[in-house]
């Protein structure tokens, strides 16, 4: 029997909940931003009158209030989204227990095995669609095929509040029709090389020699290769919140652009404590460490790179980084946030080859140091210890990333 | 204008087997109000005050009013504002 998978996304989340909770906005626009004040003021979610207006997400608070004078801004309730987000769980695990989460507002749904007691895929997703309005006053657009990707490209479709399916009768007259960045894993640099052939919409791609496609993007030519023509197979993996960690990553808008590498040093060395912290914290080491950086123009990149040795030591994660930093940021324009996550993780326990020309004694004595640092900040506050080189900046090096908020996206891949 | 959002005070039961029932409340103006019957329960948003939550369906003087318990507290919509 062929899959029958539903790609569930809630329309304009977090704007869709701050909309039941204030009736007294109907009609008016909405957007759901930071606070203005501490510079976090970038519109999160728009509500589609105020996207109608030309609103998008991203935006600083400024520029959609110029393209939007009448825009209301209300500050982001995590919590309460969080709540929202584990009711439509609740929802969906009444159809099947194959859920996996993308993000906190979309999710797929393997429901093959549920057809017997709940009828067919358009059934249940109507049945959704339907309770999530009466139950949760929100609204959510379903996508139906036989693979998650065309599932997702179904939800998309039509959207507020739409239904759609994709079956093997459909789809190439009407997914073949889109454009190819609406698919998953096209971003913005593999869009542009595409362009550049003249492959405009999936059908297109779908029809491309494949070598030709890997001989261009290499291995991922293929994947989208497959993804246009659905020849996805991926499970729907059931994964609760408590997922194996795969990663551990910081990122933070700073209180002020940074202008220089000294800028740069002090907040990659603010989050890189609290990434590294937190891997001894949970008795981990990193095999790659990966920076991401956006500028004042909100233009957006991340680079990786592989590390000799397994690791939990702060400076080593911290050269890294910088080294990150220093081989790929040119300073075109001041930058406005910075990340920094520790990939591919191993139990901190893993036996570890060593190596003639690392000093493994030094290693033991940092790894010391930082677990000393660890205890005192832990029983005096962050703030209690610090490194001298931090003092060359207040305002910068105030920062406590730790504890600041962090919401992580999840990869396609699962690791896989 | 008032918001349609009243939160009320609400005695509730809980049975032995740990089912929570409403029992009385009281409206803003200070007015007990008896629950003589629970009709039904289930999740429902309310448009009108801005929420959702387990609506309760009441019978009050043989009247129908609903009770929503949102997360830890409880409302109710008010008629008009």
């Known amino acids: 029997m062929e899959k029958v998978v539903l790609h569930s996304d809630a329309n304009c989340f977090y704007a869709s909940v701050e909309m039941l909770y204030h009736p007294e906005y109907v009609g008016k626009p909405l957007a759901v931003g930071g606070d203005p004040e501490a510079r976090h003021g970038i519109v999160l979610t728009a509500n589609y009158i105020a996207k109608r207006s030309g609103v998008k997400t991203g935006m600083a608070l400024w520029q959609a209030k110029q393209v939007c004078p009448d825009l209301i801004f209300v500050p982001p309730r995590m919590d309460l989204y969080l709540k929202f987000s584990s009711m439509l769980r609740e929802i969906y695990s009444e159809y099947t227990n194959q859920i996996e989460p993308y993000g906190c507002d979309e999710a797929w749904l393997d429901v093959t095995d549920s057809s017997l007691l709940k009828g067919n895929g358009r059934k249940i997703a109507e049945e959704i669609n339907r309770r999530v309005k009466k139950e949760l006053g929100i609204t959510v657009s379903i996508g139906i095929s036989w693979n998650k990707i065309f599932a997702k490209l179904g939800s998309d479709y039509k959207k507020p509040d739409g239904i759609t399916e994709f079956n093997r009768t459909n789809y190439r007259e009407l997914i073949w029709k889109l454009p190819v960045s609406d698919l998953l894993y096209v971003g913005r640099s593999t869009n542009r090389t595409l362009q550049k052939y003249g492959i405009r919409t999936i059908g297109e791609l779908a029809r491309t020699d494949p070598n030709f496609l890997e001989r261009q993007l290499g291995k991922m030519g293929l994947v989208i290769f497959s993804f246009a023509n659905g020849w996805d197979d991926s499970p729907v993996t059931a994964e609760s919140y408590h997922a194996p960690i795969k990663s551990i990553g910081n990122s933070t808008t700073t209180p002020r652009d940074l202008e220089c590498d000294q800028d740069v040093q002090i907040i990659l060395m603010a989050l890189t404590e609290s990434v590294a912290a937190r891997l001894r914290k949970h008795g981990f080491k990193c095999n790659e460490v990966s920076i991401s950086i956006r500028d004042n123009d909100l233009y957006h990149f991340s680079r990786q790179k592989k590390i000799q040795e397994p690791t939990d030591i702060t400076d080593e994660i911290m050269k890294a980084a910088y080294q990150l930093f220093k081989e790929n940021y040119h300073w075109s324009r001041p930058i406005r946030s910075l990340g920094i996550r520790a990939d591919d993780l191993v139990m901190g326990t893993v036996p570890v080859q060593l190596d003639l020309f690392m000093n493994e004694q030094r290693r033991e004595k940092q790894e010391k140091l930082d677990r000393a640092v660890d205890e005192i900040r832990r029983r005096f506050g962050y703030h209690s210890v610090q490194r001298a080189f931090m003092y060359q900046d207040k305002v910068l090096s105030s920062l406590d990333a730790q504890k600041s908020h962090t919401v992580h996206p999840v990869g396609y891949f699962n690791g896989r | ?81």
């Open chain 2, 1 to 81: 204008m008032e918001s349609y959002k009243v939160y009320v005070e609400v005695t509730v039961k809980f049975s032995t087997d740990g089912v929570m029932m409403p029992v009385e409340f009281i409206w803003e103006d200070g007015t007990k109000y008896i629950i003589d019957k629970v009709k039904s329960k289930e999740r429902c948003a309310s448009r009108k005050a801005g929420g959702t939550g387990i609506m309760y369906t009441v019978l009050v003087d043989g009247k129908e009013c609903h009770l929503y318990y949102e997360f830890d507290k409880w409302f109710m919509e008010r008629k008009s504002a």
